[in-house]
Structures are given as structure tokens and as C-alpha cells.
């Protein structure tokens, strides 16, 4: 299960992890122009989006590029995957700022629970930006 979770979320994000989550290990400062609470807002209506199905609440928040890069066939399919391995979205635990692995970048990251599982997710923003450039879930243990 593990591989498919894995493909389904290099589809997701292969056009953008380049320029907004590449390299190997956080760099600099997290520092953002979004609040808490902004991120958080944020964070929210993405996986309420992703809860529902709902690709444009999903990909509100969505720079451009991001737009271009993840259609909603491609969204739906990722869901599907989800929710066939980690069950029903159930809360957001937390929501951190967090170096971004590419500098100028910064990542909000939300631990998120599910039926049977937790996922992080990481919104990466550029620093001074307000829209998601990226997103990087990985298994939380």
C-alpha cells in the first residue's frame, strides 16, 4: 500500500517539488507573511476540500503553477488512494512553520488524522508569498 500511496503522491507533486521543496535538508529561517492563524486557515479548507472531494476548495490557495501542474482527475485519483489506505479525514493535529528545503521557501506543516493513520502534510509558501507552491505529504508513524 505504501507504494501506491507513494506514486500517487509523486503525481501530485513532481512539477513543482523542484523549485518549491527540493534539496535534501531544511535551509535558513522559517520565516513567512503568513500568521497562524492564516496558515491554518489555509490548511483547513485544503482538507476539508480533500475530505470532500471538492478539487476547487482543495486547490483554492493554489499558486498557478500548482494549478497547471495537478488537475482534478489527478487530485481525485490521489484521494481515492488516501482514503482507500488511510481511511476518512478526521482532524488537524497541528500546524507548524518549518525551513523549506530550498531557500526562500518555507513550509506550514500539518499533522493530519485519518481513520487509521496519520499524514503530514507540507504546504510549501514561498517566504513572502500566500499561495502553495507545493505540497509533500509523508506517513507519520
Same mark, same amino acid.
Given at each position: 500500500?505504501?507504494?501506491?500511496? #507513494? #506514486?500517487? *503522491? ?7 517539488? +523542484? ?7 531544511? &535551509? ?15 490548511? &483547513? !479548507?485544503?482538507?476539508?476540500?480533500? +475530505? ?24 481525485? /485519483?490521489?484521494?481515492?488512494?488516501? #482514503? ?26 500539518? =499533522?493530519?488524522?485519518? &481513520?487509521?493513520?496519520?499524514?503530514? *502534510?507540507?504546504?510549501?509558501?514561498? !517566504? /513572502?508569498?500566500?499561495?502553495? &507552491?507545493? =505540497?509533500?505529504?509523508? +506517513? =507519520?508513524?
Amino acid at each position: 500500500m505504501k507504494t501506491k500511496f #507513494t #506514486t500517487l *503522491f509523486v503525481l501530485l507533486i513532481v512539477a513543482v517539488l +523542484a523549485s518549491a521543496c527540493g534539496g535534501s535538508a531544511p &535551509e535558513g529561517e522559517a520565516t513567512s507573511v503568513l500568521s497562524q492563524e492564516e496558515a491554518a486557515a489555509i490548511v &483547513e !479548507n485544503a482538507m476539508q476540500g480533500l +475530505a470532500d472531494g471538492d478539487y476547487p476548495a482543495w486547490s483554492r490557495d493554489w499558486s498557478d503553477t500548482m494549478k497547471n501542474a495537478i488537475p482534478e482527475k489527478a487530485f481525485l /485519483d490521489y484521494r481515492s488512494q488516501v #482514503t482507500a489506505q488511510y481511511g476518512q479525514f478526521v482532524s488537524i493535529e497541528s500546524v507548524t512553520l518549518e525551513p523549506g528545503k530550498t531557500q526562500g521557501y518555507v513550509r506550514w506543516a500539518a =499533522v493530519c488524522t485519518f &481513520e487509521n493513520g496519520r499524514i503530514k *502534510f507540507n504546504f510549501s509558501f514561498e !517566504n /513572502d508569498g500566500r499561495l502553495i &507552491e507545493g =505540497v509533500l505529504p509523508e +506517513a =507519520v508513524q
